[in-house]
């Protein structure tokens, strides 16, 4: 099979969607029970789950370990899901994992068993770390966490819980303490629990979970990391006696960074993982993570985010009026249609001109209908079919532009404006 073949197939499992449960998947994982004998640290939260990993996967890499990662949605290459020591695996890795399970997975569809496209890549991620002796895999959950394909994991050394805010509703339940049960299905008796910042809801199940495992908590906030600056080049800030510093940007990436350092402090008391402050300062300062508010261009400035539910945009808008205050701003957005469109009223009043543009994407709402809800917070709104046009539309403006609603979005048109520099 070759990789085209692989991605090929991979996509045909998409049509079956997102189906929370874990029975599925649990037979593909019986093919090769052997994948999920890793020392895992299992990532949950509404946001923020992929800048957390990425701090951690950096930092555990300074260390000396063989560090796997597992994140999605990806920006550019597919095989941004499945990384080891922050490199994607070959073309021709990925197509062979492929071919040695395309076997199971007909047998399993001969016996009625639907395993998604997420279900296949997790047991594929799992084999490929499993076959390079990963020392340590750091796993971003897909969806929720109770129910979400990942918590196969059986007792990872470090669950973390990054910021819970209200996303996917009508799968993981309308309130925060319903959401919050979810994401803390990955909690496991013997592990450690590292947590950011909070709502006191959220907080409570946390606490309540992990006092009910007999875990301890590791929490964020009662880090002591001082003198924290930020700007547009990103963070900077004084940690274990160390001045610091990480290209990620936006006070609520100082959340995420606090809620990494718990779980570092976690792995170092808990597992006895030698992690020194020169590893956090070195980690940190290598840390890449696309599409978090993300500078691509610094003359206009061009900010690229991947903010598309109700707290990813409440950050966004904050940055931008921390970031951008005195400066005259077009926002080009495009959504899917199962997010929460509400959180758009958190964008109000930013942005001279907004841009709603299409996405690639099935699930995608049409520019039009996401235009018709913009202009109940914004006067001057147009429609751009192509992502494209309308980068090149908000250049004309001359002002300084930012792009968000969905990391498919940015998927598309970072490697467009990036070639254009």
């Known amino acids: 099979m070759t990789y085209q073949e692989a991605l090929t197939y991979i996509h045909s499992l998409d049509r079956f969607g997102s189906r929370p449960g874990l ?3 649990q037979k593909l994982f019986d093919k090769v029970p052997e994948v999920l004998d890793q020392r895992f640290i299992h990532i949950a939260g509404t946001n923020g789950k992929g800048s957390v990993s990425s701090m951690l996967s950096f930092i555990l890499q300074e260390t000396g370990c063989k560090v796997g990662l597992f994140i999605s949605p990806y920006i550019i290459d597919f095989r941004e899901r499945i990384q080891i020591n922050n490199e994607m695996i070959s073309e021709r890795e990925l197509a062979d994992a492929v071919t040695f399970f395309k076997p199971f997975m007909d047998e399993l569809s001969k016996e009625g068993v639907v395993i998604t496209e997420f279900e296949f890549l997790t047991v594929l991620g799992f084999y ?39 996303d996917h509703t009508e799968i993981l339940g309308n309130t925060i303490q319903k959401i919050a049960v ?7 008796r013997g592990s450690a629990v590292a947590t950011g910042a909070q709502l006191p809801a959220a907080m409570r199940v946390i606490r309540d979970t992990a006092e009910a495992l007999g875990d301890p908590v590791y929490y964020g906030d009662n880090l002591t990391v001082h003198d924290i600056r930020c700007d547009l080049d ?18 609520h990436q100082v959340e995420n960074l ?46 690229l985010d991947g903010a598309h539910n109700p707290n990813g945009l ?13 400066r005259r701003r077009t926002l080009i957005i495009g959504m899917l249609s199962d997010k929460d469109v509400k959180g758009l009223e958190k964008l109000k009043g930013l942005f001279d001109h907004v841009i709603a543009t299409n996405i690639s994407n099935p699930r995608a709402m049409a520019a ?22 309308a980068y090149q539309r908000a250049l004309a403006y001359g002002d300084d532009v930012f792009i968000c609603g969905s990391l ?13 520099q």
């Open 23 to 25: 029975d599925r998947v």
């Open 128 to 166: 490929i770390f499993k076959k390079h002796a990963c020392d340590v895999v750091v796993c971003e959950v897909g969806m929720g966490g109770l129910l979400d394909s990942t918590n196969l994991i059986r007792c990872p050394l470090c669950a973390v819980i990054t910021r819970i805010a209200l």
């Open 182 to 188: 979810q994401k803390c299905g990955i909690i496991k």
């Open 234 to 251: 990103g963070i900077r800030f004084r940690y274990m006696g160390q001045e610091m510093s990480t290209r990620l940007i936006g006070e």
């Open 258 to 303: 606090r809620c990494a350092l718990a779980a570092v402090e976690a792995l170092r008391e808990r597992s006895r993982m030698e992690i020194t402050a020169d590893h956090i300062r070195e980690g940190l300062s290598e840390v890449r993570h696309p599409a978090r508010f993300e500078r691509l261009v610094q003359h206009p400035v061009v900010i």
């Open 314 to 326: 409440e950050a966004f808008a904050n940055a931008v009026r921390t970031y951008a205050a005195d």
């Open 368 to 389: 039009g209908f996401l235009a018709e809800y913009l202009r109940e917070y914004f006067m001057e709104v147009e429609v751009v079919a192509r992502p494209k046009d």
């Open 408 to 420: 498919y979005l940015a998927s598309e048109i970072r490697p467009y404006i990036l070639g254009k």
